[in-house]
Structures are given as C-alpha cells and as structure tokens.
C-alpha cells in the first residue's frame, strides 16, 4: 500500500523511539530487505497499551507495520479499569481489533481502582501502570509503548504548571522511562492528534465520551480536568497568543527534561553522598541520637548537613526531595523548603512536621527524617 505522509511520519516516529533508545533492532538481515518476513516466535516483544481508543489504535496499527519490519513481535495489553458502564465490551472490542491487526499476544488486565485521597483519575492511572507492568513482566516484553502525542503533552505542561512549578512542571512527560522495572516509550509525542492514522489505515476505535467536545460551549461538571485544559484553556490560550501553542508548549518541554534530567543526576549523586537509611528496629528509638555514625537507634533517614551544604539551592532542594520520596513521604514544596533551612539557616529553631506522622529534626550535623515515635529529646 501507498504510505501518506502523516503515515510516513508515524512509522519513522515508532522506529525512531524502538532504535534510538536501543529497545531493540533489526533481527535478522533479511529484514532490512523488501519483502514479507516472517517473525520468529521467540523474538523479542514489544507491547503497545490499547485502550481501544483512536491514538492508542494508531500506535498499534503503526507499531505493528514497524516492529514487524524489523522482526519483532508486537502485542497489545488493555486494561479495564471498570469505571464506566459497558469498560468490558470496550475493551473487549479494543481486543478484537488488536488481533484483527496482526498483533499477538493480545493480553487483557482488569485493574482494581482504589481512591485513597489521590482523586480517582490519579489512582486509574497508578492501577493502570500497576497492570501495564505486571503484563510486561509476565510476557517478558521488553518495553510497552504508550500513545501520548504532542497534544497530551502539552495537556501535561499546562497541568503541571497549574498543580506544582518549577523545571518539573515544564518539563512534562519523559519519552521513556523505567517503573518498577518495565520500560515505556511514548513514540508519538512528536506527533498531534490529527497526525494520527486510523483514517489512513481503516482502523476502527472507540470515542471516550470524557474526551468528547463541549455541549453548548460547555463541559459537564464532572469532567477530569485533563478534558477540561484540552477542551476549554488550550484553545483559550490559542485564540490569545494566535499561535500553535500546542507545538510550543510541547517543544520546551523538551528543552526543560534536558534541564530536569541534568539536575535529577547531579542530585542523585551528592544524594548518594550526603543521605543514608536508618536502619528500622522493633522498637524505634532516639533517632536524633548525638552520634552521626550510629543509625542503629531510628528508623528513615539522616541527611549530612555539611555535604549537602555545599551545593546550590536547586540541588539542595532536589536532595531533599529524592530523599523523602524514596521513602514514602510525600513532602509539600513548603516543607521541602523548611527543611533547606535546617540546613543553611539553622539557630535551633525546632522539627519540619511531614505526611505520615514524620518530621525532620537537626541534631549538630545530621538531619534525622523518622517517625514522630522514633524521635529521642524531643
């Protein structure tokens, strides 16, 4: 078949992500070859994450043509979150077409949704990515592929800067990235909405009612706010600036994930240096003991003052941050800031509270994170 060229750029988007990031390559010789080639069975797999829905059946469409080019197997795995009457036909019909287009194997998850503060759209998304990486381990698939485009980019920049700031809120969604041990690929974020190829290519997809146009100029109430910027801000933001900020939003992101990257790194190194666990006992106790070098008496973490002084405010701040992540605390930026203080701004002043019954206390030259319980001299 001829390719038009939306359809072009598509396929080089998706081999360009699979090649460039060493995903995988051409398998055998004669794939660089025309010709039809068959696959072989134990090639490896890439899956595409289908809900059905016209981006994510372009990708499979698309990832198919490509992966089979090279001689590697592509699959789909769809998740059915449950939250909508008639998700199961949904994603069974998302099922069928996937087969319909060649892929295999063709995985079907049921994610069990449980809000816990978060909102329900975040906890969707964490019992997606839950399933998404259980399904990549058990086929041993070596990246699933998801179907942002530069659309959703720029949806996730304007959303960002609207719930946090900084570097982190520009720089938007990373092209790949690890969690939990699987890896994900987002081969069309250099590609719009309308870049995409159903058309081109015949390919049916289900229409999300939440994605759908405003009635009357309006959106219903209940709406996530996703739908609410892509629908409602972005075109505001477009009929000011009367330009593509879409484009615009999208391509600094990529200039702010450089930044963002290069400060991540630069963190995680001195964080190496300047932050180590307590060790956690049956019976926590004086976690701000005198002793820098004995952390058998707490549980969480000790932040060395001295080391983590030397560095500049943005990687500071970034330390401290990492730090409380990798522990399970969620930290407010406030507080991030109030405990950069005990280090470059100390005169005794008392304890930084943090989620979870927390709190960070200065003791001479160590910073101790732990469990209200765990602190001694309180």
Not at 57 to 81: E, F, K, P, Q, Y
Not at 148 to 154: F, G, K, L, S, V
Not at 210 to 222: I, K, R, S
Not at 364 to 377: L, S
């Amino acid at each position: 078949m001829a390719y038009s060229a939306r359809l072009r750029k598509a396929v080089g988007a998706v081999r360009a992500t699979l090649s460039a990031v060493e995903l995988c390559d051409v398998q055998a010789p004669e794939f660089a070859q025309h010709g039809d080639h068959a696959v072989a069975a134990d090639a490896p797999l890439v899956l595409v994450a289908c809900s059905g829905g016209r981006d994510s059946m372009a990708l499979a469409a698309v990832s198919h043509i490509v992966c089979t080019s090279m001689g590697v197997r592509c699959g789909a795995v769809i998740v059915d979150h449950g939250l909508q009457e008639g998700s199961e036909q949904v994603a069974g019909e998302a099922a069928d077409r996937c087969h319909a287009l060649g892929l295999g194997p063709v995985i079907m998850r049921n994610a069990t949704v449980q809000a816990r503060g978060e909102g329900l759209e975040a906890a969707a998304r964490q019992a997606r990515y839950d399933e998404l990486c259980a399904a990549a381990h058990e086929s041993g698939a070596i990246a699933v592929l998801l179907a942002h485009t530069m659309d959703d980019q720029a949806e996730t920049v304007l959303i960002g800067l609207l719930r946090s700031r900084g570097v982190d809120a520009l720089a938007g969604m990373p092209q790949v990235f690890t969690r939990s041990g699987a890896t994900f690929a987002r081969p069309l974020l250099t590609l719009t909405r309308g870049e995409t190829i159903c058309e081109d290519l015949g390919v049916e997809y289900w229409d999300d009612p939440t994605n759908g146009d405003a009635v009357d100029g309006e959106l219903p109430d209940d709406y996530p706010l996703r739908s609410r910027v892509r629908h409602d801000l972005l075109p505001a933001i477009e009929r000011f600036a009367g330009f593509n900020v879409t484009r615009h939003f999208a391509e600094s992101a990529q200039l702010a994930r450089m930044d963002k990257e290069y400060l991540d790194q630069r963190s995680d190194e001195v964080m190496g240096e300047a932050v180590s666990a307590a060790v956690s006992t049956d019976t926590p106790r004086a976690c701000a003991a005198d002793d820098t070098n004995d952390s058998s008496h707490g549980v969480g973490l000790m932040i060395g003052v001295k080391r983590i002084a030397r560095e500049p405010e943005a990687i500071r701040l970034r330390v401290i941050a990492h730090a409380l992540s990798q522990a399970g605390v969620n930290a407010s930026a406030a507080q991030i800031a109030a405990i950069d203080r005990l280090v470059v701004d100390w005169h005794g002043q008392g304890g930084v509270s943090l989620p979870r019954g927390y709190s960070a206390n200065r003791k001479k030259h160590v910073i101790r994170v732990c469990q209200d319980g765990a602190h001694a001299n309180r």
